[in-house]
């Protein structure tokens, strides 16, 4: 009887102990992100991170919750993102995981986004999870440049509007087009496709018109994010067919060759110095406005080829040549931020940047 109560006092014992222990690890667990055991995420745990990767020290199975991009590996970003939450750069890093594992740009390129509210000088520069705009200046040859620099995590802020709303409208003001664009952020003047309607004309992944002008250089923006170029007589109408383009400009030429160069000959009429429009592409996601003043004392504008150099300088992979002269705008919630020609002229569309806010 004696060695059963002994029993029975050794196993009551150890449930104690194994109760114990088991609240212990319960408070011991690591919080969402800590590596350091300090219960937040500092620069420490960044640090942190950064040593266990190089040593091959950490896996996403043992600590999913360091997998703050959500791409399936703990990396060098993961560290990164650790690092702009210590110093206030993300409020919510479960809500980061999500919007970055889902948006367009490569996740890399998080930093250039705002996860702390909306910041908008009315200028054009703008940053928030979803939209990032920067506005720089400088000068390239005889001439004055204006350079969005554009982050989207969706290809749908990428957006086009027509004059007076519907396609055939006649034409407008750059301004009036940009006021009529829910949440619009900057716009640039579009290609003018009144003026020919050549074809395709295909605008937020609306077709209307699908033949194929073979005499242009053809831009489209497909819905993965790519801007694919066609020198003239190159894409045909089947391939067309087959892409998921959500838009299409016919104006060109195409500026850059396959290597990303400058190219020396163009299929254009508009090859001497004027004042210039670019869509400028460096991967799904980033994406440029270019605008260069001209017909001015100071600012002479650009030949063809001289623009070709500039996108070359300014690190673009593509870039397509939009309707220029008079009608190159590039215009913010504040007011035009070119120097347009006798402050521009009433044409058919426009390419917008837009973030759709909640409510």
């Given at each position: 009887m004696k060695k059963l109560k002994q029993t029975f006092s050794l196993l009551a014992l150890m449930a104690a102990l194994l109760a114990?222990?088991?609240?212990?690890?319960?408070?011991?667990?690591?919080?969402?992100?800590?590596?350091t055991g300090d219960g937040e995420i500092s620069a420490a745990d960044a640090a942190a991170m950064l040593r266990g990767i190089?040593?091959?020290?950490?896996?996403?199975?043992?600590?999913?919750?360091?997998?703050?991009?959500k791409n399936g590996t703990i990396d060098a970003t993961d560290a990164r993102a650790a690092l702009f939450y210590?110093?206030?750069?993300?409020?919510?890093?479960v809500a980061f995981g999500e919007r970055v594992s889902g948006g367009l740009c490569p996740e890399r390129l998080f930093d250039r986004?705002?996860?702390?509210?909306?910041?908008?000088d009315g200028s054009g520069n703008y940053r928030s999870?979803?939209?990032?705009?920067?506005?720089?200046?400088?000068?390239?040859?005889?001439?004055?440049?204006?350079?969005?620099?554009?982050?989207?995590?969706?290809?749908?802020?990428?957006?086009?509007?027509?004059?007076?709303?519907?396609?055939?409208?006649?034409?407008?003001?750059?301004?009036?087009?940009?006021?009529?664009?829910?949440?619009?952020?900057?716009?640039?003047?579009?290609?003018?496709?009144s003026l020919h309607?050549?074809?395709?004309?295909?605008?937020?992944?609306?077709?209307?018109?699908?033949?194929?002008?073979?005499?242009?250089?053809?831009?489209?923006?497909?819905?993965?994010?790519?801007?694919?170029?066609?020198?003239?007589?190159?894409?045909?109408?089947?391939?067309?067919l087959q892409m998921e383009v959500y838009q299409s400009w016919v104006f060109g030429p195409a500026l850059l060759d396959a290597e990303w160069h400058a190219k020396e000959k163009f299929r254009s009429a508009v090859q001497p110095v004027n004042p210039r429009s670019v869509l400028g592409y460096y991967e799904p996601g980033h994406y440029a406005?270019?605008?260069?003043?001209?017909?001015?004392?100071?600012?002479?504008?650009?030949?063809?080829?001289?623009?070709?150099?500039?996108?070359?300088?300014?690190?673009?992979?593509?870039?397509?040549?939009?309707?220029?002269?008079?009608?190159?705008?590039?215009?913010a919630k504040n007011g035009v931020i070119n120097h347009p020609v006798r402050n521009g002229r009433p044409i058919s569309d426009i390419i917008a940047v837009r973030d759709p806010q909640p409510g």
């Open positions: 114990l222990c088991s609240g212990a690890t319960a408070e011991e667990a690591p919080a969402y992100g800590d590596l190089a040593f091959q020290q950490l896996s996403e199975e043992a600590r999913p919750d360091l997998d703050f991009t210590a110093c206030g750069g993300i409020e919510d890093m986004f705002c996860y702390t509210g909306v910041r908008d999870e979803n939209v990032a705009v920067s506005i720089t200046r400088g000068r390239f040859q005889t001439s004055n440049y204006t350079l969005a620099d554009l982050y989207l995590q969706d290809i749908s802020y990428l957006t086009t509007a027509f004059s007076n709303g519907t396609f055939g409208g006649g034409t407008n003001t750059v301004k009036k087009m940009f006021e009529s664009v829910p949440d619009a952020v900057l716009a640039l003047n579009g290609d003018f496709y309607v050549y074809g395709p004309v295909i605008r937020n992944g609306v077709v209307y018109v699908d033949r194929v002008n073979r005499t242009w250089d053809i831009a489209l923006l497909l819905t993965n994010g790519e801007l694919v170029t066609y020198d003239d007589r190159t894409l045909t109408k089947e391939a067309l406005f270019l605008a260069v003043d001209g017909r001015a004392k100071k600012s002479k504008g650009l030949t063809m080829q001289e623009l070709s150099q500039l996108c070359e300088e300014l690190g673009f992979s593509r870039a397509y040549n939009l309707d220029g002269g008079q009608s190159s705008v590039l215009l």
